[in-house]
């Protein structure tokens, strides 16, 4: 079983601190792991350490610039960390939006008009 693997079964029984820590494992193998640094950035993100889930989702972005929705997910986690206008999170929710999340395109619609 893979770290990655590991991880996402330790999620699953709501061991998110443990699926963190081997996520970081797993991009210690591979810092191009795009999928491993999302999965930690929603770990970090359920933990409420909102800033490292950002650097995460940032990360992601770089690998894949096409990642609708790091973008939604970074939208929603600057909302919660930075809580301040203008609303910094709308340029990630239209950029999820454009990309073709439709969950974005929501937050969009209803938080940016």
Same mark, same amino acid.
């Given at each position: 079983?893979?770290?990655?693997?590991?991880?996402?079964?330790?999620?699953?029984? =709501?061991?998110?601190? =443990?699926?963190?820590?081997?996520?970081?494992? $797993?991009? *210690?193998?591979?810092? @191009?792991? @795009?999928?491993?640094?999302?999965?930690?950035? #929603? =770990?970090?993100?359920?933990? @409420?350490?909102?800033?490292?889930?950002?650097?995460? #989702?940032?990360?992601?972005?770089?690998?894949?610039?096409?990642? $609708?929705?790091?973008?939604?997910?970074? =939208?929603?986690?600057?909302?919660?960390?930075?809580?301040?206008?203008?609303?910094?999170?709308?340029?990630?929710? *239209?950029?999820?939006?454009? #990309?073709?999340?439709?969950?974005?395109? @929501?937050?969009?619609?209803?938080?940016?008009?």
């Amino acid at each position: 079983m893979t770290f990655y693997q590991r991880a996402m079964t330790k999620k699953n029984i =709501g061991d998110i601190n =443990g699926a963190v820590f081997d996520l970081t494992n $797993a991009i *210690k193998f591979n810092p @191009e792991y @795009e999928e491993a640094y999302y999965a930690r950035a #929603l =770990g970090k993100s359920v933990n @409420e350490n909102y800033w490292d889930a950002i650097i995460d #989702l940032n990360k992601v972005i770089d690998l894949n610039p096409n990642n $609708a929705k790091a973008y939604t997910l970074r =939208g929603m986690t600057k909302k919660i960390y930075l809580n301040q206008n203008p609303n910094p999170e709308c340029s990630d929710y *239209k950029k999820g939006c454009d #990309l073709g999340d439709s969950k974005a395109c @929501e937050y969009y619609n209803n938080q940016c008009r």
